[in-house]
């Protein structure tokens, strides 16, 4: 089956009690035992597993090609638990263009409890390879890059990782498995905040971990995942199987109108930058076109001006909403900097765009009135 094929049939199998073609939701927190004690429907505590979990993650182990899938309460749990799959003491390297929480998690929580860090270029593979040391256990990176939209050869970073024995790491929320799979690419695990493209629709909060084989490693991550609690309720996986029907066609309006609208942009004299991978001049571009099937839903952009005229520009906009988050089918806009924090490095006339699913000719009607 091919991917659009997929997302819209595995995890929806018919219910075989009811013949029901959208799959029931199963709220039971636990299931019956047999006279001799066992559980032979496979469901003890929904904690451990449950119909609508178990669903959601068949489907993302397709979409993405691994063997082993883990969901989760929040892009973040996943990603705390992947790092927490590994012993106090071990070294991760790092890409110095992350997600600020996936950041925040390191910081707070995993370097207190005893994780080495070290942030990297990861585009600058000598230094990559300088940091690694004996007990480096994982290559974490995200490509396309939150806010600034850097491109990472995924294949090049796998055979770093794989050369020191350690994992490549790829959090995969932007370009959802429709326009990249790492794990095809060499990466050995995937992350997945759900809550944005794959559920789409920007009410529902998820994560996942998707790894290419089930090994001692995978079973750690599906202990933390049972043992941690940082589960996902039943309706929330329902939610999340239903968003990713729509994904393939989606995405594929997602990258067509981002694509356009960056072109617009990058013409505007109010404009300074546009970061967005499709532009040829792009530094990633190259890499882009081998690793992604099209550029993607989000872009990056620097007003002529400052954090204030930024502010003001977003405050005109009319259509396109004013909010953190990304992926869902309304266009939302962000000022980065401000929701960073103090220590952001973001630039403070950088805008981040999530273009949604409105006619193009309206967003773009939006940014030039409000532009001036
Ligand atoms: C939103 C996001 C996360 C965090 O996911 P939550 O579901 O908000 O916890 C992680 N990585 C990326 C790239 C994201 O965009």
Request: aromatic content about 6%; overall charge negative; some cysteine.
């Amino acid at each position: 089956m091919k991917i659009e094929t997929k997302a819209i049939h595995l995890g929806h199998e018919i219910d075989q009690e009811t013949g029901a073609i959208a799959p029931p939701i199963h709220l039971s927190t636990t299931f019956e035992r047999d006279t001799d004690g066992s559980y032979p429907r496979g469901h003890v505590y929904s904690r451990l597993s449950n119909p609508n979990r178990d669903a959601l993650e068949k489907c993302l182990c397709g979409l993405e090609g691994g063997e082993g899938a883990a969901a989760f309460s929040s892009g973040l749990a996943a990603i705390l638990n992947v790092f927490q799959a590994l012993l106090p003491g071990d070294h991760v390297v790092v890409s110095q263009d992350l997600y600020h929480g996936t950041t925040r998690i390191l910081q707070d929580i995993l370097v207190p409890w005893g994780l080495q860090v070290s942030y990297v270029d990861v585009n600058d593979f000598s230094q990559v390879r300088a940091v690694m040391k004996a007990n480096t256990k994982i290559i974490y990176l995200e490509t396309p890059s939150n806010p600034l939209l850097k491109i990472t050869d995924i294949s090049a970073l796998s055979a770093i990782a794989h050369e020191a024995g350690a994992l490549c790491v790829c959090d995969n929320t932007w370009p959802t498995p429709i326009l990249q799979r790492p794990l095809e690419l060499g990466a050995d695990i995937v992350i997945h905040s759900t809550t944005k493209y794959f559920g789409g629709h920007s009410d529902v909060l998820g994560g996942a971990v998707i790894s290419k084989i089930k090994d001692a490693f995978f079973d750690k991550i599906r202990m933390l995942q049972q043992i941690g609690g940082a589960v996902p309720a039943p309706f929330d996986c329902w939610l999340v199987l239903r968003g990713i029907q729509t994904l393939s066609c989606r995405m594929k309006n997602h990258s067509e109108n981002a694509f356009g609208i960056a072109k617009f942009l990058q013409k505007h004299p109010g404009i300074q930058k546009v970061h967005y991978p499709g532009l040829v001049d792009h530094p990633g571009h190259d890499i882009v076109l081998r690793q992604m099937s099209q550029f993607g839903g989000m872009l990056s952009f620097q007003i002529r001006g400052n954090k204030e005229e930024a502010l003001a520009f977003i405050g005109r906009l009319k259509i396109i909403k004013r909010a953190t988050s990304l992926g869902g089918v309304e266009s939302l806009i962000e000022h980065r900097a401000s929701i960073e924090g103090p220590q952001s490095k973001t630039p403070d006339n950088l805008l981040r765009f999530s273009v949604g699913l409105e006619n193009i000719e309206d967003l773009i009607a939006d940014l030039n009135d409000a532009l001036g």
